[in-house]
């Protein structure tokens, strides 16, 4: 049975989204693109994510095993944090308004551990990694939050398909 990982990379600016088809450990890229968010009032900016993340959904429904999202890093600013709080509620509310299950919260070194097995990857290395995992030759986008929300994706599916637990030590977690 074909089933669909969708991974989303929120950001204030840009939110990246990608969607991986999977049958019998054959990936395949559906999509993987960014939405700009314009520099407009928050309000503006809530409702043009509203709107497309609900059209995304609406256009997998019944197919979606996970949706996937990466937990922010947000350093010590409290602004940023807030901010991007918001959009993780808006994205969290829209699937459930969708009749999706709660997203799989997956921090950052979960998803380089699981795409090049290093926790401490760059952004390049795991960008170089995606195209390796699915087979070929697969023309990325020019987005890191895109390419992020692939990565993101490709982590949902190995850890839901995973015959082993993985496991992360603390020092690997941060």
């Given at each position: 049975?074909?089933?669909?990982?969708?991974?989303?990379?929120i950001?204030?600016?840009?939110?990246?989204?990608?969607?991986?088809?999977?049958?019998?450990?054959?990936?395949?890229?559906?999509?993987?693109?960014?939405?700009?968010?314009?520099?407009?009032s928050?309000?503006?900016?809530?409702?043009?994510?509203?709107?497309?993340?609900?059209?995304?959904?609406?256009?997998?429904?019944?197919?979606?095993?996970?949706?996937?999202?990466?937990?922010?890093?947000?350093?010590?600013?409290?602004?940023s944090?807030?901010?991007?709080?918001?959009?993780?509620?808006?994205?969290w509310?829209?699937?459930?308004?969708?009749?999706?299950?709660?997203?799989?919260?997956?921090?950052?070194?979960?998803?380089?551990?699981?795409?090049?097995?290093?926790?401490?990857?760059?952004?390049?290395?795991?960008?170089?990694?995606?195209?390796?995992h699915?087979?070929?030759?697969?023309?990325?986008?020019?987005?890191?939050?895109?390419?992020?929300?692939?990565?993101?994706?490709?982590?949902?599916?190995?850890?839901?398909?995973?015959?082993?637990?993985?496991?992360?030590?603390?020092?690997?977690?941060?």
């Open positions: 049975m074909v089933k669909y990982w969708i991974g989303i990379d950001g204030s600016q840009e939110v990246g989204v990608a969607c991986v088809e999977a049958e019998h450990r054959a990936m395949r890229l559906l999509r993987c693109e960014p939405l700009k968010l314009r520099r407009t928050l309000e503006e900016r809530m409702q043009s994510l509203y709107a497309w993340l609900a059209e995304l959904f609406r256009s997998y429904e019944g197919k979606v095993s996970q949706v996937a999202l990466e937990e922010p890093f947000v350093g010590k600013n409290i602004r944090a807030l901010l991007l709080g918001t959009i993780k509620g808006l994205v509310g829209t699937l459930l308004s969708q009749g999706y299950p709660s997203p799989l919260l997956i921090s950052p070194a979960q998803v380089k551990k699981a795409i090049t097995g290093n926790p401490y990857a760059s952004k390049e290395q795991v960008a170089r990694m995606l195209s390796h699915l087979g070929g030759d697969v023309v990325l986008p020019d987005s890191e939050h895109a390419t992020d929300a692939l990565a993101i994706a490709l982590t949902a599916y190995y850890y839901q398909n995973s015959p082993i637990s993985r496991t992360f030590s603390k020092r690997a977690e941060r």
